[in-house]
């Protein structure tokens, strides 16, 4: 199993490319079989999980091909409608196949996700559209099983603010029969991203990004041509982390400022610096970073997904900051590493008090999830001597090539086969 050795204490500087999105990727790919024939995809990063959904989709008949961030995936042959445990147990976002398999097909079987272990993030609401839609749906042996003969429009009110489920339902939603209203939608850029190219497809969606999205059902759908996702935020918001807590000076490439508007006025307040450039945003770290609190909401609040990173640059801030996780019960597995690091964290259930100190330690540690790893890195490029970070499959999972990066810009990285 791979791990990474970090030397920290360096300040970094340069340019750093930012990959196209992971949870735009995902049901991206997923939208391909909603179309019969061949679908091209540009900014596609080869991470792990792009990998796993590769080898699904091809386990369900379809042809896929991967090359330096093209895709291209031809659905007219898929044949099996099927998710298995096997593939579907290490990533979440496998349950996306689900809604566009019935939506063309009529049928799926698809196991019961897994993926990081940050709490339940059950499918509840998954299935009850499906089921406001007019699809017979019944769980067996860990599998979720639906049929019906054509999806029917229906008025959707999510319980839970939820993308996966969004983006799952607005995919069955393109072809049903009739109006669908979803109530209560997620409003990330992802859902966006997904939206506009399911319009592209030849769908009818408004509202997508706003709380209310409306979609009129179409007979059929064709394929895209040569469809580009959006860049990764949370990859740009990790490495605008790693500016601040090395004092460093990055440029970020190919990025969308305006998807991370409550992160950067967070980050703002810190002490970080912002200039927009020709090459793109440039991020200056500060000499010393100032303690923040933080609350995670969803979209457009400041997102679960950069908590981690937030709370490895408030290690070592000046003050004490409190910072509140309102999205899933267990992400702050992350603190316990930290804590080997020497900071100085303390929890009460979804609340988590840094006192900031003087210093960070080098020291093996381990990642528990994906975004933990993240604050991990974060942590051992300002850190004291050497750290080791094991189990580092999660941090593949959704960063391309981050070691890569990082050395370009000054890091002392290594990566360890095993």
Do not use: W
């Amino acid at each position: 199993m791979d791990k990474l050795i970090i030397r920290g204490g360096k300040q970094l500087k340069g340019e750093v490319s930012i990959s196209g999105a992971k949870n735009a990727a995902l049901p991206i790919m997923t939208s391909s079989i909603l179309a019969s024939g061949r679908s091209a995809f540009a900014r596609i990063p080869d991470l792990m999980d792009v990998r796993t959904m590769g080898r699904l989709l091809s386990n369900m008949g379809a042809s896929y091909s991967y090359n330096e961030g093209s895709a291209t995936i031809d659905s007219a042959s898929m044949n099996k409608f099927e998710a298995p445990y096997e593939l579907v147990k290490t990533m979440r976002a496998s349950v996306l196949v689900l809604c566009p398999l019935v939506a063309r097909f009529g049928r799926a079987k698809v196991s019961l996700p897994g993926g990081c272990a940050i709490g339940a993030r059950p499918i509840n609401l998954h299935l009850m559209g499906l089921e406001k839609m007019g699809a017979k749906i019944r769980l067996e042996s860990g599998y979720v099983i639906a049929k019906t003969s054509r999806l029917k429009g229906a008025s959707i009110y999510l319980d839970t603010v939820t993308v996966t489920g969004t983006e799952n339902l607005m995919m069955a939603a393109v072809l049903a029969k009739g109006t669908t209203i979803l109530e209560n939608a997620a409003r990330e850029p992802e859902v966006i991203d997904l939206a506009n190219c399911l319009i592209s497809m030849g769908a009818r969606i408004n509202g997508a990004g706003e709380s209310v999205i409306e979609i009129e059902g179409v007979d059929e759908l064709k394929p895209l041509k040569n469809y580009a996702i959006i860049p990764d935020r949370i990859e740009t918001g990790t490495f605008m982390s790693i500016a601040g807590i090395t004092g460093g000076d990055l440029v970020l490439k190919d990025c969308r400022p305006e998807h991370l508007d409550a992160a950067m006025m967070k980050l703002k307040d810190t002490g970080v610096i912002f200039k927009e450039t020709k090459r793109g945003l440039r991020v200056i770290g500060p000499k010393n970073l100032i303690a923040k609190d933080v609350k995670t909401i969803p979209y457009p609040g400041f997102p679960t997904d950069m908590q981690a990173q937030f709370m490895a640059m408030m290690t070592i801030a000046k003050g004490t900051s409190v910072i509140k996780e309102t999205i899933f019960e267990n992400r702050f597995m992350h603190v316990a590493e930290l804590k080997r690091m020497g900071a100085d964290i303390s929890i009460d259930g979804g609340t988590a008090a840094i006192k900031g100190v003087e210093k960070l330690r080098g020291a093996p540690v381990m990642a528990t999830d994906l975004r933990a790893s993240a604050s991990l890195v974060v942590a051992a490029l300002r850190a004291e001597g050497e750290t080791v970070i094991h189990r580092i499959y999660h941090l593949d999972r959704g960063y391309e090539k981050m070691d890569e990066k990082l050395k370009k810009v000054g890091a002392d990285i290594e990566r360890v086969k095993g």
